[in-house]
């Protein structure tokens, strides 16, 4: 699949692969020069702590609480 880079240098990423990779309008990428290819992912959203028991994750930004009684 190919695009093109625009002259303000923004890039298009075509619906079929944004739908796939469920990215939506704000949604924050990381991009990285590798090899002569531009690679793009999704930043993670945990960090990995080792403390005094054990490895965890953590979120990097507060959690949004679920209100009680809308899951099910």
């Known amino acids: 699949m190919r695009t093109t880079i625009d002259a303000a240098g923004r ?6 692969p944004r739908d796939e990779l469920g990215f939506s309008a704000g ?3 990381e991009l990285a020069s590798v090899d002569g290819r531009l690679e ?3 930043p993670s959203r ?8 054990g490895v965890r994750s953590r979120p990097k930004r507060p959690i949004r609480s679920i209100p009680s009684g809308s899951v099910s």
């Open 11 to 16: 890039l298009v990423v075509p619906k079929s």
């Open 27 to 29: 949604t924050e990428l």
């Open 40 to 42: 793009i992912a999704v």
């Open 46 to 53: 945990v960090r990995v702590e080792d403390g005094p028991h």
